[in-house]
C-alpha cells in the first residue's frame, strides 16, 4: 500500500502589510480514494479503518457512518442528522446575512473584530469578525453569505479560518458558503443586495439578459462551468442563482437578472446554467456529477416571481403581490418543471430552490394569499407533491423578520402573516415545507418554532421533520466533499480566479451579447481611426436601499483613454467625424419603484407609476381599481393601488436632454446611441434623431468599441419587447409574455422579442427559428 501524502501550505499575503500566515491544515491522500483535509488544531484526529483514513469528526474514536466516505451521500446524511440535537438541525436551518471579508466599517455588512472596527482592530482580513464566530458556535449556523472579498487569497484564507473552526465544534460539520451573483461588469448601487460581489478580479461576464441576448445556451453553459470553478476557489459552493423567472412585468426593476420573457429561451438558458455550475467531471467527480468542482444551484424564484403588479417589486410591501390576470402561471412554472428539474446532465435537478418574496395572489387552491415561502399550497402541494422535488427549499432573505413603518421601508418582508410573530412566522413556513431561513443568523426563533409544533404534532412529528429538512441540507454539503476536505491552498485560488483564459472567455460572451438595434444607411462599423466626440453624462443622486443618497455628478461615461485606442478624441463638437453617446434606461430613484411616501402623507394611496420613458409620464390608461392590495399592519386602510392619472419623473431624464443635444451639435453627422438595458425601454422619444442605436446589458465599454469599429460584428437579439409607448405597458398583463405593441423605427424594424442586427441586415439564423413567441 502506498504511504499516504501529508502536505501543508502557507499563505503569502499579496500585500506587503501583511505577515506570513501558516493556514494550519494538512491533507492525506487515500489511494484510490477521497483526499481529507483536516485542521490539526480543530482536534479531529485521522482514524484507520481497513488500511485506509477517515476524520474522526465526532471524535469519538471509531468510525461513524457519516465519517466513512466510502457509503452513499443518503446513508451519510441520514446517519448524521440522526445524531444531530434539535440546536444543531435548527443551525443548519440558518443561512446568514451579508457578509463582506473582511467585514465593513459601516453600513449592512458591518462588523467586528475583538470589538474594534477592522482598520483599528489590528486583524488580519481573513479573521472571523466577533459575530461569525457567535452565530457559527453559539447558533450552530453553518450556511453563510459572502458578498466582497479583498482578494482572491483572502477570501481562501477566510475560508481555512472558518472551516478550521467549525471543524472543532460539536459533529464537524463543514460551513456551505454561498453568493449571489458576481460576475457582472456593473453594479449601479441600488442592486447591491443580490450583486454584492461584483467586479475584482474575478472574470467579468453579461448579467441575466445579456446571457440571454446571446440566444445560446452553450455559451451560458461555459459560463457556469468557469464560475463553479473561480467560486469553489472561492471557498463558495452555492450559487443563490439562477435566477429562472419570466421577465412578462418590463417594468419589473429585476427583469435585467432574468433571462427575459419567453419560457423556452429562458426553460434552456436555466438548464444550461444549472448543468454547468453542478457539474463536476472527470478526476473531480465523485459520485453522479456532483464533486470538487460542483457547486449547488439555488434556482430562483419559486413558482416565478416576475408578474409583479404594476412592476413594483417584493423586497417592499408596496409590491407583495404577483398577479396573474392572464391566468398564466403555467408558463411561469415552465422554466423550473422543464429546465432547473430536468437538467441534461448527471445531477439531474437544481439542489436547492428559492421562493420569491411575492403573494402568488389567488392562485392557491387551498385559498390563502401568504407569500411563497408561507404557503403550503405552493411549497407542499405543488413544488414537492405534484412535480416531485425534494431538494432544499430556502426563504429568500429575511421573510420572518417585521416590516417597515410604512410601505416603502426596506425592512423583514413577512407577506401575508404580517401579523404573526417573528417565531409563528418560522413555524408557518416549516409547516409549508421550507426547510432553512435566509438571513436569519438566530436560532432561538426556530426552537421556539419546534416547541409550537410539538404541542401541535407531537414531539415525535417534529424531530422526523427536523431530520428531514437535515438530510437536505447534509446533502448539498456531502455530495461537494466538503466533509472530507473544505480547505484551500490560497494561492491555487489566486491562480485560478480570474485568470487569463476565463476573463477572455467572459469577454467574448460580452461581444456577443450587444445587440445592434438600428443602423441607418449601414453607417456601422465605423472602422477608420475618424474623430469621435462623446459628451458627458448627468449622474443625479440616487437613493439606496436602506435609503442613503450618492453624490450627484458630471462625467464622460467610458474611459476617455480607451476610447483613443479606437479614435482620436475631441470635446467640440464641430471637430468630430460622428458622436457616441451612452446612456442608461430610464430609471427612478427607488429603482423598486411604484410607491411615493410623499403622496400618502397628502392624502393619496401612495402608490405611482413606473416609467419606462425619460420624460414625463402620466398613467392615462393604467387600471382602475388594482388586482391585490392589503397590508393588516402598516397601512389597512388602502384597498385599491391604483396610480390612474398620476404622473412621475425619472431620475435620468437628462439622458435624453443629452441625445437630443447631441444630435443639434453635429448636424447631419453621425450619432450613435449605446443604452445600456436594465429593462425595456421607449425608444420613440429619440429613436428617429440616431443613425445607430446598441442596446448592451451590463457590460464593459470596450466591448461595445469592438463592435463599433468593426472588431467584431453584432450578433445579439433582443430577449425582451421594446414598447411602442407607455400605453401598451399598462395594458399588458403582468403574467403573459410577447403582449406589448413594439416599437418600429425609421427603417421599418420592429423592437420585437428576437430582433438584432448585423452588418448585412436582420439576423435570421437558427436561433430565431428555434427561439420564437409561438
Same mark, same amino acid.
Given at each position: 500500500?502506498?504511504?499516504?501524502?501529508?502536505?501543508?501550505?502557507?499563505l503569502?499575503?499579496a500585500?506587503?502589510?501583511?505577515?506570513?500566515?501558516?493556514?494550519?491544515?494538512? +491533507?492525506?491522500?487515500?489511494?484510490?480514494?477521497?483526499?481529507?483535509?483536516?485542521?490539526?488544531?480543530?482536534?479531529?484526529?485521522?482514524? @484507520?479503518?481497513?488500511g485506509?483514513?477517515?476524520?474522526d469528526?465526532?471524535?469519538?474514536? *471509531?468510525?461513524?457512518?457519516?465519517? !466513512?466516505?466510502?457509503?452513499?451521500?443518503?446513508?451519510?446524511?441520514?446517519?448524521?442528522?440522526?445524531?444531530?440535537?434539535?440546536?444543531?438541525?435548527?443551525?443548519?436551518?440558518?443561512?446568514?446575512?451579508?457578509?463582506?471579508?473582511? /467585514?465593513?466599517? +459601516?453600513?449592512? +455588512?458591518?462588523?467586528?473584530?475583538?470589538?474594534?472596527?477592522?482598520?483599528? /482592530?489590528?486583524?488580519?482580513?481573513?479573521?472571523?469578525?466577533?459575530?461569525?464566530?457567535?452565530?457559527?458556535? !453559539?447558533?450552530?449556523?453553518?450556511?453563510?453569505?459572502?458578498?466582497?472579498?479583498?482578494?482572491?487569497?483572502?477570501?481562501?484564507?477566510?475560508?481555512?479560518?472558518?472551516?478550521?473552526?467549525?471543524?472543532?465544534?460539536?459533529?464537524?460539520?463543514?460551513g456551505? =458558503?454561498?453568493?449571489?451573483?458576481?460576475?457582472?461588469g456593473q453594479?449601479?448601487?441600488?442592486?447591491?443586495? $443580490? =450583486?454584492?460581489?461584483?467586479?475584482? *478580479?474575478?472574470?467579468?461576464?453579461?448579467?441575466?439578459?445579456?446571457?440571454?441576448?446571446t440566444? &445560446?445556451?452553450?455559451?451560458?453553459?461555459?459560463?457556469?462551468?468557469?464560475?463553479?470553478?473561480?467560486?469553489?476557489?472561492?471557498?463558495?459552493?452555492?450559487?443563490?442563482?439562477?435566477?429562472?423567472d419570466?421577465?412578462?412585468?418590463?417594468?419589473w426593476?429585476?427583469?435585467?437578472?432574468?433571462?427575459?420573457?419567453?419560457?423556452?429561451?429562458?426553460?434552456?438558458?436555466?438548464?444550461?446554467?444549472?448543468?454547468?455550475?453542478?457539474?463536476?467531471?472527470?478526476?473531480?467527480?465523485?459520485k453522479?456529477?456532483?464533486?470538487?468542482?460542483?457547486?449547488n444551484?439555488m434556482?430562483?424564484?419559486?413558482?416565478?416571481?416576475?408578474?409583479?403588479?404594476?412592476?413594483?417589486d417584493?423586497?417592499?410591501a408596496?409590491?407583495?403581490?404577483?398577479?396573474?390576470?392572464?391566468?398564466?402561471?403555467?408558463?411561469?412554472?415552465k422554466?423550473?418543471?422543464e429546465?432547473? $428539474?430536468?437538467?441534461?446532465?448527471?445531477?439531474?435537478?437544481?439542489?436547492a430552490?428559492?421562493?420569491?418574496?411575492?403573494?402568488?395572489?389567488?392562485?392557491?387552491? !387551498?385559498?390563502?394569499?401568504?407569500?411563497?415561502?408561507?404557503?403550503k399550497?405552493?411549497?407542499?402541494?405543488?413544488?414537492?407533491?405534484?412535480?416531485?422535488?425534494?431538494?432544499v427549499?430556502?426563504? &429568500?432573505?429575511?421573510?420572518?423578520?417585521?416590516?417597515?413603518?410604512?410601505?416603502d &421601508?426596506?425592512?423583514?418582508?413577512?407577506?401575508g402573516?404580517? !401579523?404573526?410573530?417573528?417565531?409563528?412566522?418560522?413555524?408557518?413556513?416549516?409547516?409549508?415545507?421550507?426547510?432553512?431561513?435566509?438571513?436569519n443568523?438566530?436560532?432561538?426563533p426556530?426552537?421556539?418554532?419546534?416547541?409550537?409544533?410539538?404541542?401541535?404534532?407531537?414531539?415525535?412529528?417534529?424531530?422526523?421533520?427536523?431530520?428531514?429538512?437535515?438530510?437536505?441540507?447534509?446533502?448539498?454539503?456531502?455530495?461537494?466533499?466538503?466533509?472530507?476536505?473544505?480547505?484551500?491552498?490560497?494561492?491555487?485560488?489566486?491562480?485560478?480566479?480570474?485568470?487569463?483564459?476565463?476573463?477572455?472567455?467572459?469577454?467574448?460572451?460580452?461581444?456577443?451579447?450587444?445587440?445592434?438595434?438600428?443602423? *441607418?444607411?449601414?453607417?456601422?462599423?465605423?472602422?477608420?481611426?475618424?474623430?469621435?466626440?462623446?459628451?458627458?453624462?448627468?449622474?443625479?443622486?440616487? *437613493?439606496?436601499?436602506?435609503?442613503?443618497?450618492?453624490?450627484?455628478?458630471?462625467?464622460y461615461?467610458?474611459?476617455?483613454?480607451?476610447?483613443?485606442?479606437?479614435?482620436?478624441v475631441?470635446?467640440?463638437?464641430?471637430?468630430?467625424?460622428?458622436s457616441?453617446?451612452?446612456?442608461?434606461?430610464?430609471?427612478?430613484?427607488?429603482?423598486?419603484?411604484?410607491?411615493?411616501i410623499?403622496?400618502?402623507?397628502?392624502?393619496?394611496?401612495?402608490?405611482?407609476?413606473?416609467s419606462?420613458?425619460?420624460n414625463t409620464?402620466?398613467?392615462?390608461?393604467?387600471?382602475?381599481? /388594482?388586482?391585490a392590495?392589503?397590508?393588516?399592519?402598516i397601512?389597512? @386602510?388602502?384597498? =385599491?393601488?391604483?396610480?390612474?392619472?398620476?404622473?412621475?419623473?425619472?431620475?435620468?431624464?437628462?439622458?435624453?436632454?443629452?441625445?437630443?443635444?447631441?444630435?443639434?451639435?453635429?448636424?447631419?453627422?453621425?450619432v450613435?446611441?449605446v443604452?445600456?438595458?436594465a429593462?425595456?425601454?421607449?425608444?420613440?422619444?429619440?429613436?428617429?434623431?440616431?443613425?445607430?442605436?446598441?442596446?448592451?446589458?451590463?457590460?464593459?465599454?470596450?466591448a461595445?468599441?469592438?463592435?463599433?469599429?468593426?472588431?467584431?460584428?453584432?450578433?445579439?437579439?433582443?430577449?425582451?419587447?421594446?414598447?411602442?409607448?407607455?400605453?401598451?405597458v399598462?395594458?399588458?398583463?403582468?403574467?403573459?409574455?410577447?403582449?406589448?405593441?413594439?416599437?418600429q423605427?425609421?427603417?421599418?424594424?420592429?423592437?420585437?422579442?428576437?430582433?438584432?442586427?448585423?452588418?448585412?441586415?436582420?439576423?435570421?439564423?437558427?436561433?430565431?427559428?428555434?427561439?420564437?413567441?409561438?
Open positions: 500500500m502506498k504511504k499516504e501524502l501529508i502536505l501543508s501550505f502557507t503569502l499575503a500585500s506587503s502589510s501583511y505577515a506570513q500566515v501558516q493556514t494550519n491544515y494538512q +491533507t492525506i491522500q487515500n489511494p484510490d480514494g477521497a483526499t481529507l483535509g483536516y485542521s490539526p488544531a480543530s482536534g479531529v484526529k485521522i482514524l @484507520t479503518v481497513d485506509l483514513k477517515f476524520k469528526l465526532n471524535k469519538n474514536g *471509531k468510525l461513524d457512518k457519516y465519517e !466513512d466516505w466510502r457509503l452513499p451521500i443518503e446513508e451519510r446524511a441520514k446517519d448524521l442528522a440522526e445524531k444531530m440535537s434539535v440546536e444543531q438541525i435548527a443551525g443548519l436551518m440558518l443561512y446568514s446575512i451579508h457578509q463582506s471579508i473582511p /467585514s465593513a466599517e +459601516t453600513g449592512f +455588512t458591518a462588523g467586528t473584530y475583538n470589538g474594534k472596527p477592522f482598520s483599528a /482592530s489590528g486583524a488580519n482580513p481573513w479573521e472571523l469578525t466577533d459575530a461569525q464566530k457567535a452565530f457559527l458556535k !453559539d447558533d450552530n449556523l453553518r450556511h453563510i453569505l459572502i458578498t466582497s472579498v479583498q482578494s482572491p487569497e483572502v477570501a481562501a484564507a477566510w475560508n481555512n479560518e472558518m472551516q478550521a473552526f467549525v471543524e472543532g465544534i460539536g459533529l464537524g460539520i463543514p456551505n =458558503n454561498s453568493s449571489d451573483p458576481r460576475h457582472t453594479d449601479t448601487g441600488t442592486k447591491a443586495e $443580490f =450583486n454584492a460581489g461584483a467586479g475584482g *478580479k474575478i472574470s467579468i461576464w453579461p448579467d441575466g439578459l445579456g446571457l440571454a441576448a440566444f &445560446d445556451p452553450t455559451i451560458v453553459q461555459q459560463f457556469g462551468k468557469i464560475a463553479a470553478q473561480e467560486y469553489r476557489a472561492l471557498g463558495i459552493s452555492t450559487a443563490l442563482s439562477p435566477q429562472i419570466l421577465g412578462t412585468e418590463p417594468r426593476y429585476r427583469i435585467s437578472m432574468t433571462f427575459g420573457e419567453s419560457p423556452q429561451l429562458t426553460t434552456d438558458m436555466g438548464r444550461a446554467y444549472i448543468d454547468g455550475f453542478q457539474t463536476s467531471y472527470g478526476q473531480d467527480e465523485i453522479d456529477g456532483w464533486g470538487y468542482k460542483s457547486v444551484a434556482v430562483k424564484h419559486w413558482p416565478g416571481g416576475g408578474a409583479e403588479e404594476g412592476g413594483r417584493g423586497h417592499w408596496f409590491g407583495k403581490f404577483a398577479v396573474f390576470p392572464g391566468n398564466n402561471l403555467e408558463s411561469h412554472i422554466p423550473f418543471t429546465g432547473a $428539474f430536468k437538467l441534461s446532465g448527471k445531477t439531474g435537478m437544481a439542489s430552490v428559492m421562493p420569491y418574496y411575492t403573494i402568488t395572489y389567488n392562485q392557491a387552491k !387551498d385559498g390563502t394569499n401568504l407569500a411563497n415561502g408561507f404557503s399550497y405552493i411549497i407542499t402541494d405543488l413544488l414537492r407533491e405534484k412535480y416531485g422535488y425534494d431538494g427549499v430556502c426563504t &429568500d432573505w429575511l421573510i420572518t423578520g417585521n416590516e417597515g413603518v410604512t410601505p &421601508d426596506f425592512k423583514g418582508k413577512p407577506w402573516v404580517e !401579523d404573526k410573530t417573528e417565531a409563528e412566522r418560522h413555524y408557518i413556513a416549516l409547516m409549508a415545507g421550507v426547510d432553512q431561513f435566509g438571513g443568523n438566530v436560532m432561538e426556530i426552537i421556539e418554532a419546534y416547541q409550537m409544533g410539538i404541542k401541535t404534532h407531537g414531539k415525535k412529528f417534529m424531530r422526523n421533520r427536523f431530520e428531514q429538512s437535515a438530510v437536505r441540507l447534509l446533502k448539498n454539503i456531502f455530495r461537494l466533499g466538503l466533509f472530507e476536505n473544505p480547505y484551500l491552498d490560497p494561492q491555487e485560488s489566486a491562480n485560478v480566479v480570474g485568470n487569463p483564459d476565463f476573463m477572455q472567455a467572459g469577454y467574448n460572451a460580452q461581444l456577443k451579447s450587444i445587440v445592434l438595434l438600428k443602423n *441607418k444607411e449601414q453607417i456601422l462599423p465605423i472602422r477608420e481611426k475618424k474623430t469621435v466626440y462623446i459628451p458627458k453624462n448627468y449622474y443625479p443622486a440616487v *437613493k439606496d436601499w436602506w435609503g442613503l443618497w450618492s453624490e450627484p455628478s458630471l462625467e461615461p467610458v474611459d476617455m483613454e480607451l476610447v483613443k485606442r479606437y479614435y482620436n475631441t470635446e467640440n463638437p464641430q471637430e468630430a467625424d460622428f457616441i453617446v451612452f446612456v442608461s434606461s430610464p430609471y427612478s430613484n427607488n429603482d423598486g419603484g411604484g410607491y411615493d410623499s403622496d400618502r402623507q397628502s392624502g393619496g394611496n401612495g402608490y405611482v407609476p413606473i419606462l420613458q425619460y409620464y402620466t398613467a392615462v390608461d393604467a387600471r382602475e381599481n /388594482s388586482i392590495a392589503g397590508d393588516p399592519v397601512d389597512p @386602510t388602502i384597498t =385599491n393601488r391604483s396610480y390612474k392619472g398620476k404622473s412621475v419623473n425619472v431620475s435620468n431624464a437628462a439622458d435624453l436632454s443629452t441625445i437630443l443635444t447631441t444630435r443639434s451639435q453635429m448636424g447631419s453627422k453621425p450613435i446611441v443604452v445600456n438595458l429593462r425595456p425601454m421607449v425608444f420613440h422619444e429619440f429613436e428617429s434623431k440616431a443613425d445607430g442605436i446598441i442596446a448592451r446589458f451590463g457590460i464593459s465599454e470596450q461595445v468599441l469592438d463592435v463599433v469599429s468593426g472588431k467584431f460584428e453584432p450578433s445579439g437579439l433582443l430577449p425582451l419587447q421594446m414598447p411602442a409607448n407607455m400605453s401598451t399598462e395594458k399588458q398583463l403582468e403574467d403573459v409574455p410577447f403582449d406589448m405593441e413594439c416599437h423605427d425609421s427603417e421599418g424594424n420592429s423592437y420585437d422579442f428576437g430582433f438584432g442586427l448585423n452588418w448585412k441586415g436582420v439576423i435570421k439564423d437558427t436561433r430565431t427559428q428555434k427561439y420564437t413567441k409561438n
